[in-house]
């Protein structure tokens, strides 16, 4: 579980005794949020398709001390996700906190991925992330005091990564809808706050399910990289502890290694200011299994 003491008096002062929805709560970095809310004092309603699982996370949230309930909820499903507000209103009354957070990966040459994949990734990374935030942002509106929404991009949503193509593609096109929903927050004088969360390396499964599609084309080579790229990556309730600290502190940009982002960001920026055209970089190849 999270060390208590590190939760920031800045979280407290703001969530304690508040309620938030995340989805894709039953594992990785949802459920890092989910735990790290809870203990924060917040009441927490998690959301995933996959119930054992999310069962298991609420039943320990609980056993802990923390004020948590579980809603079988599919983010590409609009009703579903109406379900769920209403689930969590009736329970728990007014929603402070949305983290749109469900989101998976696939692995392989563009022209290979099967139709349905891409398909799901799209339904599940975009549309899921669009279905929350509508859904969210109309009832805070509606009630007029303070509400947070937070979407999960990527470090990846700021770069290009071959053979993870929709997979990035979905995270740079949830930044501009986030820029997007913030700067219309600011137009229409709304107190919801927007951020856009950009982990870099978190400890969890999101690669199991994409490295055992092996149809896609990608290398042996490469699945041992990229299962190693998140290994060494935070834990789940560090990353949970850091998001929900840049979300409290009202940060547009929630990062969970500022300073590489920052880097990151910088780097993306002069390629753009000179128009350069995109170029493998040993870091690809490296992660290309070469
Ligand atoms: N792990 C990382 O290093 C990393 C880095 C950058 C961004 N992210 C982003 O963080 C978010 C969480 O990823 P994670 O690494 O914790 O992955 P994860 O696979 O551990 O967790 C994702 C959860 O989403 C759930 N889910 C999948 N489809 C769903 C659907 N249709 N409806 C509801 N829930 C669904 C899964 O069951 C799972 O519990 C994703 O949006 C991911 O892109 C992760």
Avoid at 17 to 27: F, H, L, M, P, Q
């Amino acid at each position: 579980m999270a060390d208590e003491s590190s939760i920031t008096m800045d979280v407290r002062e703001t969530f304690e005794g508040k309620t938030s929805v995340i989805t894709g709560a039953a594992s990785g970095i949802g459920e890092g949020i989910a735990r790290v809310a809870a203990e924060a004092g917040m009441k927490v309603v998690l959301a995933d398709v996959a119930e054992e699982r999310l069962q298991r996370v609420v039943k320990d949230i609980r056993s802990a001390g923390g004020d948590a309930i579980g809603v079988v909820t599919d983010v590409t499903d609009r009703d579903a996700i109406e379900n769920l507000a209403d689930v969590a209103e009736d329970r728990y009354g007014e929603i402070t906190l949305a983290v749109n957070n469900a989101g998976i990966e696939s692995i392989g040459f563009s022209w290979e991925i099967d139709p349905a994949t891409w398909d799901r990734v799209i339904d599940i990374n975009l549309r899921g992330v669009i279905h929350g935030t509508r859904s969210f942002a109309r009832r805070m509106i509606s009630r007029g005091t303070e509400g947070f929404i937070a979407n999960l991009s990527s470090v990846g949503g700021l770069g290009i990564m071959p053979t993870q193509t929709p997979y990035i593609m979905s995270k740079h096109a949830i930044l501009s809808f986030s820029e997007c929903v913030y700067l219309e927050m600011q137009f229409a004088e709304h107190p919801i706050h927007v951020s856009a969360v950009l982990p870099s390396s978190v400890r969890t499964r999101i690669f199991d399910e994409a490295l055992t599609d092996r149809n896609s084309g990608f290398t042996e080579g490469q699945r041992v990289r990229m299962a190693q790229a998140i290994e060494h990556g935070l834990t789940i309730e560090e990353a949970g502890r850091r998001i929900l600290a840049g979300i409290a502190a009202r940060q547009f940009w929630v990062s969970t290694e500022p300073e590489a982002t920052a880097a990151f960001a910088a780097q993306r920026a002069r390629y753009l200011e000179e128009l350069r055209p995109p170029a493998l970089t040993q870091e690809m190849r490296y992660l290309l299994g070469e």
